[in-house]
């Protein structure tokens, strides 16, 4: 089943999130995310939407935990997060 992930972050600092995030790719690999893309709202250069694809629920919730533990999410500056996990029913 084909599923993806799409987040909503309203950062600190454009810069500094997109620097932590592409140093992570790597992990998001290791738990079958694959970014498809990544936009700023018009309005706002901080507030950022990423669609990713997701091999497993599951595993991005494991994985989600782990970036906070880490405090990946500090570090990148993220003030608030909205993800909506959505599954193909086409």
């Not at 592409?22 to 939407?49: L, S």
């Not at 500090?74 to 599954?87: L, Q």
Request: charged share 35%.
């Amino acid at each position: 089943m084909s599923a993806i992930m799409v987040v909503k972050n309203t950062l600190k600092d454009y810069a500094t999130w997109r620097s932590v995030f592409d140093d992570n790719r790597e992990m998001r690999m290791e738990y079958g995310i694959k970014e498809k893309g990544i936009y700023q709202t018009k309005e706002d250069p901080n507030e950022v939407i990423v669609v990713m694809h997701i091999d497993d629920v599951t595993r991005v919730q494991e994985f989600m935990k782990r970036i906070e533990d880490m405090g990946i999410m500090d570090e990148a500056g993220v003030i608030d997060v909205v993800r909506t996990p959505c599954i193909d029913v086409s």
